[in-house]
């Protein structure tokens, strides 16, 4: 299954809430149905987009956790409502 990405967001780095904010004003400038695609190293992210996407209406289309370089990033793919 492929999925067409309209914007990627790079977090790396970042520990919560940053990587919600980041994504949160990223949606805010897409249309409707656009996928936003996160990228994060903070293991918290897995649970927090599970209930930002609960609490905006936002679909969270797939989460992915893959190690990079020794370290373990975590994949989010939102789907603007």
Known sequence: MSIAIAKELDTRGLTCPLPILKAKKALADMQSGDVLKVVATDPGSVRDFQ???????????????????????????????
Not at 56 to 77: K, M, P, S, W, Y
């Open 51 to 81: 209930a930002f996407a609960r609490q905006t209406g936002n679909e969270l289309v797939d989460q992915q956790a893959d190690e990079v370089d020794g370290r373990e990033e975590f994949i989010h793919l939102l789907r603007r409502r």
